[in-house]
T-cell receptor
């Protein structure tokens, strides 16, 4: 299916475990983003990428690692999950980095760290 | 740094009435883009409307319009003739491409959101 998909949709993990959230887009968009959504904070940017092998930190990158070896994939890894990382995570992509380019979002991954 | 502020955590409106959702922004870049997204209870993010910093006219898309006041750094969303299906969370967002980000590209920054409830 065309579009941007995230997996898994729901995940429960234990404190200290490593967990990877997957994001795949079929449009060959250059730009990809990871956000976390928390009540009272809106969407906060974790990491973003302008192209394969080019990534940059957002507002809240601590505790997260990203990679982008292929244009279509942008996995987000929590190296050692903490309860404060319980959140809904959204991946997004956009064709260009120009100002008027909208971003398209995945369905979100609800992560619970116990 | 860029910042988006949405000061209304929740808003209520009667069906068929108009409602304005506030958004103010802060950036030192002269070029920027402003977006509004809708997030229904199902969770997906839906793009509504876009306004560029150099656009002379306010953007409109159907029942949505953007009241852009550049000097006041505000980009309020106006929804006319509200419908029950408009009940959702609404996010204002801003995109800039600062010179130092020419290789890493632009980032898209969101506000905290406003929960709109449309009453019958």
């Amino acid at each position: 299916d065309a579009g941007i998909t995230q997996s898994p949709r729901y995940k429960i993990t234990e404190t200290g475990r490593q967990v990877t959230l997957m994001c795949h887009q079929t449009w060959s968009h250059s730009y990809m983003f990871w956000y976390r959504q928390d009540l009272g904070h809106g969407l906060r940017l974790i990491y973003y990428s302008a192209a394969a092998d080019i990534t940059d930190k957002g507002e809240v990158p601590d505790g997260y690692v990203v990679s982008r070896s292929k244009t279509e994939n942008f996995p987000l890894t929590l190296e050692s999950a903490t309860r404060s990382q319980t959140s809904v995570y959204f991946c997004a992509s956009s064709d260009y980095g120009t100002l008027n380019t909208e971003a398209f979002f995945g369905q979100g991954t609800r992560l619970t760290v116990v | 740094a860029q910042k988006i502020t949405q000061t209304q955590p929740g808003m209520f409106v009667q069906e068929k009435e108009a409602v304005t959702l506030d958004c103010t922004y802060d950036t030192s870049d002269p070029s920027y883009g402003l977006f509004w997204y809708k997030q229904p209870s199902s969770g997906e993010m839906i793009f509504l409307i876009y306004q560029g910093s150099y656009d002379q006219q306010n953007a409109t898309e159907g029942r949505y319009s953007l009241n852009f006041q550049k000097a006041r750094k505000s980009a309020n969303l106006v929804i006319s003739a509200s419908q029950l299906g408009d009940s959702a969370m609404y996010f204002c967002a801003m995109r800039v491409v600062p010179p130092w980000a020419e290789t890493s590209g632009s980032r898209l920054t969101f506000g905290e959101g406003t929960q709109l409830t449309v009453n019958p």
